[in-house]
């Protein structure tokens, strides 16, 4: 089972985990800058500032089966209007199984009800061919690239930014929901 809630205090030393224990080369590998990462307690902090009313971030954590496995963050909230959604798996041997394009549609819903936006962007590294890959599968129009950082954390490189349309978002879960259904008649749609 595949689910998305909004990350909570409990949820935030796995997110810090997860950044402050990487390699420098998994860093870079998703388009972030090693020397850009804060120290633990100061990303802790950042992170707990989040879940203040009206933060300019929120974060949604993934689930499979209860467990977190990743997370994707909306930055430059801009409640009514747009926002800028990020997005990480942090399980490896969940990855290419497409629970992440799942989560990730899920979060964009979410998002968008959450903070009435009309429009979001996603601007992965545009070296990274997981997330490209993936947000071309599920059908977001690549609206074009430009050189620069999509994050505090972010190394300057160049990136290819993504439109995420709700519609699209929706129309892929609702396939995705037909094709389970499909190989599982039993199971309530």
Not at 77 to 101: D, K, T
Not at 173 to 182: C, H, K, M
Request: glycine share 8%; aromatic share 6%.
């Amino acid at each position: 089972m595949l689910s998305v809630r909004p990350m909570e205090e409990h949820d935030v030393p796995r997110v810090v985990d997860y950044w402050c224990n990487a390699t420098p080369a998994q860093l870079a590998a998703m388009g972030a800058d090693a020397r850009r990462v804060p120290l633990p307690d100061e990303l802790a902090a950042a992170l707990r500032r989040t879940l203040e009313p009206g933060s300019p971030h929120a974060y949604s954590i993934w689930e499979v089966e209860g467990r977190a496995v990743g997370h994707a963050s909306l930055k430059d909230i801009e409640p009514g209007q747009q926002g800028s959604i990020h997005l990480h798996l942090w399980v490896g041997e969940l990855r290419g199984r497409g629970h992440g394009a799942i989560l990730f549609c899920r979060s964009v819903v979410a998002f968008y009800e959450r903070f009435a936006l009309e429009r979001m962007i996603c601007e992965p590294s545009a070296s990274n061919p997981a997330p490209n890959a993936m947000l071309r599968r599920i059908g977001f129009p690549l609206v074009g690239e430009r050189y620069g950082r999509s994050s505090e954390l972010s190394a300057e490189t160049r990136l290819a930014r993504y439109a995420i349309e709700r519609k699209i978002a929706e129309a892929y879960l609702a396939g995705t929901a037909i094709r389970a259904s499909a190989k599982d008649p039993d199971r309530p749609g």
